[in-house]
């Protein structure tokens, strides 16, 4: 086969959750124990962090990643779901894992994987876990799929775990409460083994504390040793002043992740490193603001509030829950714009009523549809968006709805992209 013809077959033969949703979520890590089983368990042949959360795993998985091959390390970087390609999900040092691998592995376990059926996320898991073994990383941080307890990734053993942001996602799966959402992610610590947990939640704080007493797992609050003192938003980068509470020093750092939530991915991250330099680790300031301030070169992480062009500025932004659609309109406020132009396309099985009351009624609206089965019609969308007095146009294409706004737009204008990871991942040129 292929490449294509290899995609085109893992898709029609496996489960895929982002374009079917729910049905394609299996609660057990059956499958992928034995997935790797078969594999001679590859998994425990290099180190591991294993990243969770609502927002900010991506951010932060691609921070570690970057800062720990800035230092050095052979580091492989796996995350979910891809925007362009399938091989996006599965990267040594940002380079994504060769098309022809990806054949090979498909080819060479075909009998195996048509028995076992498992799910599209259950073989990519497998599929990282033999790429980074054969190419002898050093570590390979892990972000986690969906939830963290039932997620296929859980089979590690981690040297560090890392829990970012527990907000309001996946209900029906996850469940109802921040508590509730907060024990799944808390799935992931494993016995010994510390955790960071990057923001402290009354609402959540205590089952993280008592999932690690019941694990012995050492606990890190991260907030407990860096606060912010200043951040800053620059045209291209982040500045921020974080300090380090402990040593009473101030460390003024630049990163290439642009929005001041950010600050709050970066809090954890600096406590996960004073956890891996005590765990043996040798990563330096040095390395520390080189990974920062050149993540997405060394990562090739597309999608975060990224611009695509200017004269107008359009920019669009992966962010599609609660909890990331409240830092854009936070960030949206700190720009200064004519008119604010929203292309905004969801996924039919979340509850956006929320995300639409939080939008603002001044703004002028295009609704779109991605392409996958998932998607929410986009004139149900208008229809929708129309009970909260959200006024506005369906043009279901998002790079036609991108062209029809930048042609009518003035060259002062805003235009936002965004709602759905899978509208973002159909944008041309991204």
Request: charged share 20%.
């Amino acid at each position: 086969m292929t490449y294509e013809e290899t995609i085109t077959y893992l898709y029609e033969k496996l489960p895929v959750f982002h374009r079917i949703g729910k049905s394609a979520y299996k609660a057990d890590l059956s499958n992928t124990i034995d997935l790797c089983k078969h594999l001679d368990n590859p998994h425990q042949k290099f180190k591991t962090i294993h990243v969770a959360g609502t927002n900010g795993k991506g951010s932060t998985s691609h921070y570690l990643a970057a800062i720990l091959q800035s230092a050095g390390y052979k580091t492989g970087l796996y995350t979910s779901p891809h925007l362009k390609s399938f091989t996006e999900r599965i990267r040594i040092h940002g380079e994504p894992i060769p098309e022809n691998k990806v054949v090979e592995f498909v080819e060479s376990n075909q009998d195996f994987i048509e028995e076992l059926k498992p799910s599209f996320f259950e073989l990519s898991v497998g599929m990282a876990f033999d790429y980074f073994a054969n190419e002898e990383v050093d570590i390979a941080v892990i972000e986690v799929g969906l939830g963290g307890r039932l997620d296929s990734t859980n089979i590690i053993t981690p040297v560090l775990s890392v829990i970012t942001n527990i907000s309001f996602d996946h209900t029906d799966i996850l469940g109802d409460t921040l508590p509730k959402i907060a024990f799944e992610k808390a799935g992931i610590i494993k016995p010994h083994v510390p955790v960071v947990i990057s923001e402290r939640n009354p609402e959540t704080e205590n089952v993280f504390i008592g999932k690690a007493e019941v694990e012995n797992s050492p606990i890190h609050f991260a907030i407990d040793t860096y606060q912010v003192n200043r951040v800053e938003q620059k045209a291209f980068h982040l500045e921020v002043a974080i300090d380090n509470i402990l040593e009473k020093c101030t460390l003024n750092l630049e990163s290439q992740l642009m929005g001041e939530y950010q600050t709050k991915n970066i809090v954890g991250v600096l406590k996960s490193i004073d956890v891996l330099n005590n765990l043996g680790f040798t990563i330096s300031r040095n390395h520390l603001e080189t990974g920062l301030s050149k993540v997405v070169n060394l990562t090739g992480l597309k999608g975060r509030w990224q611009t695509l062009s200017n004269s107008p500025t359009v920019l669009c932004d992966t962010a599609h829950n609660v909890g990331g659609i409240t830092q854009i309109l936070d960030k949206l406020q700190k720009v200064n714009f004519n008119k604010l132009w929203m292309i905004l396309g969801f996924v039919s099985d979340k509850d956006i009523s929320t995300i639409l009351s939080m939008l603002p009624k001044d703004a002028n609206y295009v609704f779109c549809r991605a392409n996958i089965q998932r998607a929410l019609p986009a004139s149900d969308l208008l229809e929708k968006a129309n009970q909260y007095n959200l006024k506005g146009k369906v043009i279901r294409d998002v790079n036609e709805a991108i062209e029809h706004v930048k042609n009518i737009a003035e060259n002062d204008d805003f235009v936002f992209v965004g709602g759905s990871t899978f509208v973002v991942a159909e944008i041309n040129h991204l």
